[in-house]
């Protein structure tokens, strides 16, 4: 069977994963991140008056034409606090910001622009129309579409919600990602392995990535070499509507690898498997119905590199979320060598060169159940499959672990 390109499984993998359309209504203070699912409206016109944007005095502008008019100060606006009056001829109003402009008045004077004198104050620069006053509705009207449906709710979307007095917003549900890790040799984290035995690892970071790119996680926990049990894990998936299945481990076809034959029976359309990468060459994907499946290799860098290429997009994709820029282009710290025609992710470190320039450079040990040296990683070095020889200092294509390193 021919390896499939990295490029082409994804495009396949991609191209019939369609966005969740369900929603669910969620009080503000939960839907960061959240992708709104309705057009958001304005429950109210903001500001609600014309407001005062500084200290100073409220007046007409037709009595303080120039420097050197005289008006009397017959009460005070504060925020909470409007003044219940009108603002006549040759009056004034000492206001502060944010408080209601009162009735007559047009304009507000800098509190540092007029002279106190008894009674009232004298201006000492002359006052333009309309100056120092926000007017009513400047920022959005009641029933104005503030906030489009698609927006990802980040800090300053929450704070136009509440500033909207809007308490809840109607969001795209999550998708549901349902991870099992199978394997008879497999024991949590906390166990003492007996002979032939590991732990577990993989689930931890493949959720913790699934939850980063906006799912929900469904955790089948570990199941045993046994068909049966295999597919009892799966039928759970199923009746818990997950969007995606995740497997780990036995997803090739060796006398030990139950995972596709097992998947298959229960009904799943078998869509590809084995990919020219390296590591992660025994990746499967297939579907029941809507439902995602991805099979990902038991080695837990394969894994993990697999979940960056394949089940972040595809999580992205179902949330309406955009896709995480990971690509980025660095100069090679050491020479790398010429590549066979497997596309190889490479774990490599970044530091700045003398002249400020980004140098990856590949750690010496590159094998795929080598945790340890994915951790300290801080990027994949992509050599595209027969890539030549790159001498150093060369540029050379990275996927980025962590995306904000460079920020």
Known sequence: MNLLPVTEAQNRLLSRAKPVATSETLPLAEAEGRVLAVDLTAGLTQPPFNASAMDGYALRRDDAPEPGAVLKVIGTSAAGHGFEGNVGHGEAVRIFTGAPVPPGAD?????????????????NFPVRQGQHIRPRGQDFVEGEAVLSAGTVLDFSRLTVAAGMNRPD????????VAILATGDELL?????????QIIASNTFGIAA??????????DLGIVPDDKARITAAIDTARNAKADVIVTLGGASVGDHDLVQATLIEAGMQLDFWRIA??????????SFGETHVLGLPGNPVSSLVCSLLFLEPLIRKLASLPPVRREATMEAAVPLRANDHRQDYIRAKLSKSAAGTWLAEPFDKQDSSMMKTF???????????HAPELPPGAPCPVMLLRPDLLA
Request: hydrophobic share 35%.
């Open 107 to 123: 304009s507000v004077l800098l509190q540092e622009d007029a002279e106190k004198i008894e009674g009232g104050i004298r201006t």
């Open 169 to 176: 917003v109607e969001v795209l549900r999550r998708p549901l």
């Open 188 to 196: 949590p984290p906390g166990s003492t392995p007996g002979p032939s």
């Open 209 to 218: 990535l699934a939850r980063k790119a906006g799912a929900d996680v469904l």
């Open 277 to 286: 990468m390296r590591p992660g060459k025994p990746l499967m994907v297939g």
């Open 375 to 385: 951790a300290r990683s801080d990027c994949l070095i992509i050599r595209p499959p």
